[in-house]
């Protein structure tokens, strides 16, 4: 009965767990420009949540990671454009991943893959890309994808 089960359609948030929350927004704030949607503070006075916000979705993260550094579990973060990854993110310390794709570990053993929306069939709604202040192209490939799924 597939009918009646809820049907995935779409991530709201990922959350990262990092050893401290001013640390990791300057180290993603090197890498990325962002807007911090907001913070939430601990008992100690100092936050221990921060959101990043990207348009409908948001990253959050997290004060304390407790596991060794990721293998093969990562997220794909879509960026306007990744020319400048690889240079940004090894300045600010991140440790690259070799293989076919551009992965790299944050300093927490976070494994981010950095895509190009110009590349994938992810879209954005119009008004989400308005209000980020965006106005991106898809790549003759990705459009055929989303083509082929019946969604342009």
């Known amino acids: 009965m597939a009918s009646l089960k809820p049907r995935i359609v779409g991530i709201n948030h990922i959350a990262l767990e990092v050893g401290d929350i001013e640390e990791a927004l300057h180290f993603y704030g090197h890498i990325f420009s962002f807007e911090l ?3 939430h503070e601990g008992k100690n ?5 921060a ?3 990207m348009g409908d979705q948001f990253l959050a993260l997290t004060k304390g990671r407790h596991q060794p550094p990721d293998r093969d579990r990562h997220f794909g973060l879509v960026v306007d ?3 400048r990854i690889r240079e ?3 300045q600010a310390g991140a440790k690259f991943i070799e293989g076919p794709f ?3 570990l944050d300093p927490w053993g976070n494994r981010i893959e950095v895509l190009e929306y110009s590349e994938l ?3 954005k709604a119009p008004g989400v890309l308005q209000g980020m202040g965006l106005r991106l192209d898809k790549s003759d490939a990705a459009l055929k994808e989303l083509r082929d799924k019946g969604l342009v």
Not at 45 to 49: A, H, K, N
């Open 51 to 53: 959101f990043i916000d």
């Open 88 to 90: 940004l993110a090894l």
């Open 121 to 123: 069939q992810f879209t």
């Open 102 to 104: 551009l992965d790299f």
């Open 81 to 83: 454009d990744r020319s």
């Open 45 to 49: 006075g100092r936050p221990d949540m």
């Open 37 to 39: 949607r907001g913070t």
